[in-house]
């Protein structure tokens, strides 16, 4: 299974961006799937998650409100619209296929993950 995270890049505060993941259709059409990010000297940590055909979704507090998840299975693409950004939302963020069909914010429940791609907020 190969993921491919894209659309990271430097923004002001209060910008916007929206990442995309790109996963097999065929793998992925029945997992849930999840973003987290890592900022630079902290642990990884969940963004936000959404079931395998998009009908339940969960955030982290910090994004709540200023991001949304969503998918198209029909190109097999996980997307991470992020609104309002700040300089706190600065880190690598990496896309996950879960073992499981729901939108879980459990890091083990990953089963494969793709490459970071790099936001800066600068402010």
């Known amino acids: 299974v190969q993921l491919q995270a894209s659309g990271g890049g430097l923004v002001q505060a209060g910008g916007s961006l929206r990442l995309s993941c790109a996963t097999s259709?065929?793998?992925?059409?029945?997992?849930?799937m999840g973003w987290f990010r890592r900022a630079p000297g902290k642990e990884r940590e969940f963004v936000a998650a959404?079931?395998?055909?998009?009908?339940?979704?969960s955030y982290t507090d910090s994004v709540k409100g200023r991001f949304t998840i969503s998918r198209d299975n029909t190109k097999g693409t996980v997307y991470l619209q992020m609104n309002n950004l700040n300089p706190e939302d600065t880190a690598d963020y990496y896309c996950?296929?879960?073992?499981?069909?729901?939108?879980?914010?459990?890091?083990?429940?990953?089963?494969?993950w793709g490459r970071g791609t790099q936001v800066t907020v600068s402010s």
């Open positions: 959404i079931s395998w055909n998009g009908s339940s979704t």
């Open positions: 259709r065929r793998t992925s059409s029945n997992n849930g």
């Open positions: 996950a296929q879960n073992r499981y069909s729901y939108a879980g914010s459990e890091s083990q429940r990953y089963a494969y």
